[in-house]
Structures are given as structure tokens and as C-alpha cells.
């Protein structure tokens, strides 16, 4: 299966944690606000249904990019 992917595909947890390299526990905790390992840059999920979510590629790419540069 040979999908490419545009700023605005939606990308789901399985392979968000594949491009990031983080933990599924680690991302959450990044959307937290109550935790101290949250960031305000990280991209936001997006609901897609009562039990599904996605992150926009895009968003998720700008932000290794900005991670890179620190």
C-alpha cells in the first residue's frame, strides 16, 4: 500500500507514535495541562467520531521540525 501523505491527512495514534517516536502515554501527556510533561505546541487531536481520534500530518510535521531546531 503506497499512501502519501498531504498536510491535511489525518493521521492516527499508531502512526503518530511511529513518527515521533513517543510513547502512547507520552503523547496524552503531552495534551494534558495538568501534567508536567505538557506542551503547548504539540499538535491538538481531532475527534472523528465518539471514540476516535486523529492528529492533522501537517501539524504533527511542523513540530518535529520545531523540535529539531532546539
Do not use: H
Not at 471514540?51 to 521540525?65: D, H, I, N, P, S
Amino acid at each position: 500500500m503506497n499512501t502519501t501523505l498531504t498536510s491535511n491527512s489525518i493521521i492516527r495514534l499508531k502512526t503518530l507514535v511511529q513518527l515521533t517516536g513517543l510513547s502512547r502515554s507520552t503523547i496524552y501527556d503531552k495534551l494534558n495541562p495538568k501534567s508536567p510533561r505538557f506542551d503547548p505546541l504539540f499538535p491538538r487531536k481531532v475527534c472523528l467520531g465518539a471514540r476516535a481520534v486523529g492528529w492533522y500530518f501537517g501539524e504533527v510535521e511542523a513540530w518535529l521540525k520545531s523540535i529539531r531546531v532546539q
